[in-house]
């Protein structure tokens, strides 16, 4: 149910963002798109907004951006001790709020300011911790994000971008009524004049990381190959496990069916999702799953794990695209929307109108009203420290 108050009014409000990366590092994806939209959306609203995060090569100390302040320093390892001696130190300014962004690990900002924090989850990551950091390292940052985490924020308040991302965090003992749902957005579709190719194409989308599984993609096309031999795959990003990939195409057998893309600009990603006849997301783990929606936009069904958690709410199963909870079941939904024209057009119509639900405008509202009624519950009225006078 919408909130039935007024605009958020976050005008003159002090807000400190704590994140590993920005949009504007190479290796940013949907979690620092949606980090760039809330930002934007609080210094619209008159909010003064700095987001630190690591630096990167030719990334800049300072910038500024649609009226947010970025700061750059550290490696996506010591970005964490950085930020939070500023934050300590007040070199990051004296915020009424401070968002930290737990991206599997958090910036302990709770132990350095005694103002309010809101921690923003995008998904727990139980299942990536071992894939990523296989041995002692995986274990302990479980155990931080597991035990640690929950005990330094055990009063403040959470923003998750899906209900299934709220249930994991109460697993791990966060009181649901502490956890307020702000869902992504969608960006409207770059106008593309690309037609739907005339072979059947499968396209993925985002960081070529492991644990995006982006390989069961690739054995996916292999097993279909044989009754649809014109299929191809498009693999449309970039990532350090970009080199993995290449060679398990060529290990089975469909390398020429496999395009790695790399990093393209927004209008030829949108001219691939164009082209595309179904987009696969195999990921292991997804908080909401941004690629979603811009490929629904252009009418595209996405077929995902259920267990992936944020898919159950960015796909609607047998509306939008097909959820699956095997490789055989992925398999199978690929091979049934390839095939029948009939179902694939339904769903691509499902999907281009689901994406249309989940605007940025309303996502930046709600996170906007989050930090307000943080901010008015520690002060016990709107006028606080550092606000601009009301008059």
């Known amino acids: 149910m ?15 963002f704590t994140s590993w990366r920005d949009t504007t590092n190479p290796e940013g994806g949907g979690a620092e798109r949606y980090l760039e939209q809330m930002a934007t959306g609080l210094a619209e609203r008159g909010a003064r907004v700095t987001v630190f995060s690591a630096a990167y090569p030719g990334s800049r100390r300072a910038e ?3 009226g947010v302040r970025y700061l750059h320093a550290g490696s996506k390892t010591t970005v964490y001790l950085i930020g939070f001696w500023r934050l300590l130190t007040g070199r990051l300014g004296r915020p009424d709020v401070v968002v930290d962004v737990q991206n599997g690990l958090p910036f302990l900002t709770r132990l350095a300011t005694r103002r309010k924090v809101v921690v923003l989850v995008h998904h727990v990551h139980r299942e990536q911790w071992p894939v990523v950091y296989p041995g002692v390292t ?15 924020y055990r009063r403040s308040t959470y923003v998750a971008v899906s209900r299934a991302t709220q249930d994991e965090l109460v697993e791990l003992g966060v009181d649901r009524s502490r956890v307020r749902i702000v869902h992504n957005g969608t960006d409207a579709a770059l106008p593309s004049h690309h037609p739907r190719s005339a072979q059947p194409t499968i396209c993925v989308v985002g960081r070529l990381v492991p644990h995006k599984q982006v390989e069961q993609a690739i054995d996916a096309v292999a097993l279909l190959r044989p009754a649809l031999p014109s299929l191809r795959l498009v693999v449309v990003g970039d990532g350090w496990w970009a080199d993995e990939l290449a060679d398990h195409a060529a290990a089975a057998g469909v390398a020429d069916a496999v395009e790695l893309t790399g990093q393209v600009d927004e209008q030829r990603k949108h001219d691939l999702l164009a082209e595309s006849w179904v987009m696969a997301l195999p990921s292991l783990k997804e908080g909401w799953g941004l690629v979603v929606g811009e490929a629904a936009a252009h009418g595209v069904p996405t077929v995902a794990y259920a267990s ?3 898919t159950r709410e960015s796909v609607a199963d047998g509306e939008s695209g097909l959820l699956v909870h095997t490789f055989a079941e992925l398999v ?3 091979h049934r929307l390839l095939t029948d024209t009939e179902l694939r057009v339904r769903l691509g119509e499902g999907a281009r109108a689901r994406s249309a639900m989940f605007t940025w405008q309303h996502s930046r509202e709600v996170f906007a009203r989050v930090l307000a009624d943080e901010v008015v519950s520690e002060a016990g009225s709107e006028v ?4 601009a006078d009301r008059g």
Do not use: H, M, N, T
């Open 308 to 310: 992936a958690g944020g």
């Open 2 to 16: 919408r909130d039935q108050r007024g605009p958020a009014d976050v005008r003159g409000l002090e807000v400190v």
């Open 384 to 387: 606080v420290s550092g606000r």
């Open 332 to 334: 199978d939904a690929l």
């Open 138 to 152: 995986g274990r302990v940052g479980w155990w931080v994000e597991r035990q640690l985490a929950p005990r330094v």
């Open 64 to 66: 500024v951006r649609d």
